[in-house]
């Protein structure tokens, strides 16, 4: 097959997946001015009832799904159907619950955080769910025990708007809505319907708006503004984040809908709200537009363009993903699972870090005994999904709680997945399956290897749980789990310690214990928990999952507390490595960092550039003005598997702006790749680095690349750097 042949098949097969009709090009683009060439010529045929319908919810709890609007037969246009969330369809009963983003983010793989939004897609399609209510860009994360960080993901912007992009794509190609949530500033659950968050105008853009940039880019079809006010005024509410930021400054020409209730006043559509979720309160009293909606345009309150506008953005959006042609009907509790639990099973094992390996304990071996101790170990004992929105902590944790959840099919628990390998190679296995301390020794002791199971969770505020309202009360794991470690550690000297947990927790207590060998960090793994952990475990793969966050020796080490008032984020800049590299704090496990069961060798970086210093120009297009996204620098590295097994490893860029630029954080997160290498094997990467990636935001020019020398690490960690090269901007 000639060269010529092979790229036309190539470009027939990517147009072939795509959905019917979708403005969806071959290289996952989108056309915008195509959907909004139809949505122009819909609107045209509305009455202002029916636009006014477009854009209003019809109603909490009245209809098939979380978010309804009515029907236009006139143009065809089905009765909306809007449903939670980002890790796939809550209230379903025939769907996957897939990992939680902050899992597809500790894999730093791109095809498999692509799959997942794909395969999310296409069980939503499957429901005739229209707008899947994911991904999360906000949290962000900057306080380690956010409720919902679990949601997204990660601290580090970069890292989060590539999962958002990739994400995104994944399920607007095959066919469905994608929703960034939440805009802006909501980074915690505490008091979030009365918080107001300030932040100035470089860390708006250097943090928080940085994966919403990359979710417009990437075509996303809709934002959720949230809950908190901004600089004092209701996101949902706010000019300057929904038309400045967002329509004008990043090209965003999709709808912008309210978090459930988190509209205020029916002015908000003057403000850049396109839709208002649910379209009443959750009593049913307060109607904010619907009615008040037509009142407030035929008083001129608001101008008749706008309301166009608003309808306009509703349907290019549909338009945009191809939902006008043969859209299946609403159940949300269609049979849709097919094979993904194939990657619910890839993200949970290759999203499992492994944080210490001491002996090389593992991987396990056809041990003769093996004791499995903690009430984490099994599946709830009331019920896989007993609790309401995963509202509870008990027995194996797959999952936070809260509106982003899903109920389970099934759930592999890890003792169940253990059971059948131990069975397999005719291990003898015993089981503690509580975490009563004074019981352990009996099982543990004589054991080839003892397993202890230790948890952390936390979710949306709605829901208490042990007396954790949200965010985390303090970063210890729940049930004493220092306590049972330390008990299984001092009765077995070969403890492997497994942590299924929402986010950092300090393991300080648990490292001192001698008898701990090794701390597998196997963070939200859903339904799959077990068999991924087991192919961990034995070495079936080698562990490649990273850390999408800091592990601190301290809670206080992070630098920020949940706020009681309004916050002012004082931090700027400096959350997570950023901070702790600001203020030389080591952490305990730095950002980026894992081990593997062979090891890697870097060499050969090159670095070329094309930079040119100076303010971003040029058209604004989705994401931002044009030029901030052409490539002007280039740096190749070669990854060697020098070790004796596969695996597969996570190249990291890190960028050091020049001593020209405004005080900046020492080094950024600007490019990772993943590369599955056999033993002897070598890859090259290469990182592309965009005008973005250099600049910096000044609060008058804009993005600026600053002159000077640029310095390059890159590296397995964030504080484990092993190559360095630099270029020059003039
Ligand atoms: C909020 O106020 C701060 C401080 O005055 C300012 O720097 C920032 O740009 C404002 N942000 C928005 C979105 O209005
Ligand atoms: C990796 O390198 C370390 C130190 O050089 C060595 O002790 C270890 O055996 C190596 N591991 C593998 C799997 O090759």
Not at 15 to 21: D, I, L, Q, R, S
Request: aromatic share 8%; charged share 15%.
């Amino acid at each position: 097959m000639t060269a010529f042949l092979r790229a036309t098949l190539l470009l027939v097969a990517a147009v072939a997946v795509a959905p019917a009709n979708a403005e969806i090009m071959a290289d996952g683009g989108v056309d915008w001015d195509a959907a909004y060439a139809k949505a122009t010529a819909a609107v045209g045929k509305l009455s202002q009832q029916d636009k006014v319908n477009i854009v209003s919810g019809v109603g909490w709890n009245k209809g098939p799904c979380v978010g309804n609007t009515s029907p236009i037969s006139s143009i065809n246009y089905p009765q909306l159907c809007l449903q939670d969330g980002p890790l796939g369809i809550r209230y379903g009963t025939g769907n996957t619950a897939f990992t939680p983003g902050i899992q597809a983010a500790s894999t730093w793989d791109r095809a498999l955080m692509s799959q997942r939004g794909q395969f999310m897609g296409e069980e939503a399609k499957g429901c005739g769910v229209h707008v899947l209510l994911g991904p999360v860009g906000g949290p962000l994360g900057k306080h380690a025990n956010g409720g919902r960080n679990w949601e997204g993901f990660g601290p580090d912007p970069y890292l989060t708007g590539v999962a958002m992009a990739e994400t995104i794509q994944g399920m607007q190609g095959a066919g469905v809505q994608a929703c960034a949530k939440h805009f802006i500033l909501n980074e915690q659950e505490l008091n979030r319907e009365t918080i107001s968050s300030s932040v100035d105008d470089r860390t708006m853009h250097e943090l928080y708006l940085w994966p919403f940039a990359d979710a417009v880019k990437a075509g996303v079809a809709s934002v959720m503004c949230s809950y908190n006010k901004v600089n004092g005024t209701w996101a949902c509410e706010n000019k300057n984040i929904l038309n400045n930021l967002l329509k004008d400054e990043l090209g965003f020409r999709g709808y912008v809908m309210s978090d459930w209730n988190a509209q205020h006043t029916t002015s908000s559509a003057t403000s850049g709200m396109d839709m208002t979720m649910p379209g009443s309160d959750y009593s049913g009293k307060t109607i904010l537009w619907g009615p008040q909606l037509v009142s407030a345009v035929n008083n001129g309150q608001v101008a008749k363009t706008r309301l166009d506008d608003m309808a306009t953005r509703v349907l290019a959006a549909w338009y945009l993903v191809g939902q006008d042609k043969g859209y299946p009907g609403i159940n949300i509790k269609a049979s849709v699972q097919s094979t993904h639990k194939d990657n619910v099973r890839a993200v949970a094992r290759d999203g499992i870090v492994l944080l210490q390996n001491t002996g090389d304990i593992l991987p396990l071996s056809k041990p003769k005994k093996l004791a499995i101790v903690g009430s984490a170990a099994v599946v709830n004992p009331k019920g896989m999904n007993s609790c309401v929105d995963q509202g509870c902590n008990n027995g194996a944790l797959g999952m936070g709680w809260g509106s982003g959840t899903s109920s389970y099919p099934y759930f592999v628990a890890p003792y169940d997945a253990l059971k059948t390998r131990a069975a397999a190679d005719g291990t003898t296995i015993s089981l503690s399956s509580s975490d009563a301390t004074n019981s352990v020794a009996s099982t543990v002791q004589g054991a080839d290897a003892a397993i202890v199971f230790i948890t952390a969770d936390s979710g949306e505020g709605y829901i208490t749980v042990e007396r954790v309202a949200g965010d985390r009360n303090d970063l210890n794991p729940w049930h004493d789990g220092n306590a049972l470690v330390a008990a299984v550690a001092a009765a077995n000297p070969n403890t492997i310690v497994v942590v299924h947990s929402v986010g950092p927790i300090i393991l300080e207590n648990i490292l001192k214990n001698t008898g701990v060998k090794a701390v597998v960090w196997a963070g939200l793994p859903s339904q799959e928990s077990g068999n991924a952990l087991v192919d961990v475990l034995y070495g079936l793969v080698s562990p490649s999952g990273k850390l999408p966050y800091t592990i601190a020796k301290s809670d206080a080490d992070y630098g920020t507390t949940v706020s009681r008032g309004d916050d002012n984020f004082a931090e700027g800049l400096y959350i997570d490595y950023r901070h702790f590299d600001q203020k030389n704090i080591e952490p305990r496990f730095p950002f980026g960092f894992g081990l593997s069961y062979t090891n890697f060798t870097y060499g050969d970086i090159k670095v070329t550039s094309t930079a040119t210093s100076g303010a971003a120009s040029g058209a604004v297009g989705p994401g931002g003005k044009a030029d901030l996204f052409e490539n002007v620098a280039t740096v190749t590295i070669s990854v060697t598997n020098s070790g004796s097994v596969a695996g597969a490893e996570v190249p990291q860029l890190y960028l050091t702006l020049p001593s020209s630029s405004p005080a900046a954080p020492p080094k950024q997160l600007r490019g990772f790749d993943k590369l599955k290498l056999a033993p002897g094997a070598a890859g090259t990467v290469t990182f592309n680095l965009r005008r973005k990636d250099l600049s910096y935001w000044d609060v008058s020019k804009g993005w600026v690349v600053p002159s000077g020398t640029f310095t390059v690490n890159v590296g397995a960690s964030s504080r484990d750097l092993r190559l360095k090269g630099s270029f020059d901007v003039a």
